[in-house]
């Protein structure tokens, strides 16, 4: 059976400045950073204590684009303080935490220009 996520691709146009955005100010940890091939490397984060993955990836013309949504959303514990403390850091937030029937969401973007939901659980 699927036990979970093992990791989801996030296009770049540059793996240096994205390690560092996310590593620095959003709080990943690195978990692989070998070269992939010529021109790039397959960098591997880990999310908090979970087994999902993110990889900063460069692809080309018939792939991903960077400056796009994503189509899913980071959880945490409370939307309101993860938003202070990452906002602190440099993140740059789209949208201030909302409070909605079903929970409470923001959205930021990386250096790229890929948006992301962060949402409460």
Request: proline share 5%; glycine share 6%; charged share 25%.
């Amino acid at each position: 059976m699927i036990s979970h996520i093992k990791f989801v691709s996030i296009p770049t146009a540059d793996q240096d400045r994205s390690l560092k955005f996310w590593t620095e100010r959003v709080g990943f940890r690195v978990l692989t950073d070998q070269p992939f091939n010529d021109t790039q490397r397959w960098i591997e984060l880990r999310v908090g204590s979970s087994d999902t993955r993110l990889v900063l990836f460069m692809f080309d013309d018939s792939g991903l684009k960077p400056g796009s949504a994503f189509n899913g959303a980071f959880a945490c514990d409370n939307v309101d303080q993860t938003y202070q403390d990452l906002s602190a850091r440099g993140v740059e937030f789209v949208s201030a935490p909302q409070k909605q029937p079903w929970g409470t969401f923001a959205s930021f973007k990386d250096p790229d220009g890929n948006q992301f939901v962060l949402s409460s659980r």
